[in-house]
């Protein structure tokens, strides 16, 4: 099992719908969550970030950690063309070791329709 | 101010010939990463550099893969002896510090290994 699994997708949905993304992790030791939003051809840029359990909202875009079941979600609302990309989840442990590696998804493509 | 900076773009070479990859990270930046991201996979670490402390090469996939990170600066990603299954997108990431989460990657080099 891979340490952390991401439907590859692509997802495509029309303008306007919501859309949930979603990773599911084994290490129970990740602390850190984040998304990263990677369009075509550019590197990865970070969109959310949530330390532990717990939902945080910016705009369009709802973080949400359920460390219990392991498994995180970004829902991004009135999807717009523009969000078209592949979204990226990355954790990290909480450890204060040298090292601090980001294990990252495989990604998610999506394609919001107009 | 600008971002972080990859050379070259794109890179085709032979089997069996040496790449060398750059990366300019933002400025004051003392963490440096690079990944490598392959059709379809996530972004597989490779090394960390941190300040003055010896680099995490634990992600290295052989040791046909070096990096150096000259004056806490600029990084080279070295791959001697390319091979096919080298090919891929290597992407260079800056963070501030370890006491912050983002890690702002830069465009990535396209290496095809023919």
């Known amino acids: 099992q891979k340490e952390v699994e991401q439907d590859p997708g692509p997802l495509s949905v029309p303008e306007g719908a919501i859309v949930s993304l979603n990773c599911t992790y084994s290490?129970?030791?990740?602390?850190?969550f984040m998304w990263y939003r990677q369009y075509s051809r550019k590197g990865p840029e970070l969109l959310m970030y949530t330390y532990s359990s717990g939902n945080k909202e910016d705009g369009r875009f709802t973080a949400q950690v359920d460390k219990s079941s392991k498994y995180i979600s970004l829902f991004i609302r009135d999807s717009q063309p523009s969000d078209s990309a592949t979204y990226l989840c990355?954790?990290?442990?909480?450890?204060?070791?040298?090292?601090?590696?980001?294990?990252f998804g495989p990604g998610t493509r999506l394609s919001v329709l107009p | 101010g600008a971002g972080v900076s990859q050379s070259p773009s794109n890179k085709v070479t032979e089997k069996g010939k040496d790449v060398e990859l750059r990366c300019d990270p933002i400025?004051?930046?003392?963490?440096l990463y690079w990944y490598r991201q392959s059709l379809g996979q996530g972004l597989e670490f490779l090394i960390y550099?941190?300040?003055?402390?010896?680099?995490?090469k634990s992600g290295l996939p052989s040791d046909r893969f070096s990096a150096e990170r000259t004056g806490g600066s600029v990084s080279t990603l070295t791959i001697q002896r390319t091979q096919q299954e080298d090919s891929a997108v290597y992407l260079c990431?800056?963070?501030?510090?370890?006491?912050?989460?983002?890690?702002?990657f830069g465009p990535g080099t396209r290496l095809l290994v023919l």
């Open positions: 990355a954790l990290r442990e909480a450890d204060v070791n040298y090292g601090q590696n980001f294990v």
């Open positions: 550099f941190q300040g003055n402390s010896a680099p995490d």
């Open positions: 400025s004051g930046h003392t963490a």
């Open positions: 290490n129970s030791a990740f602390q850190y």
């Open positions: 990431a800056s963070r501030a510090g370890p006491e912050t989460e983002t890690q702002y």
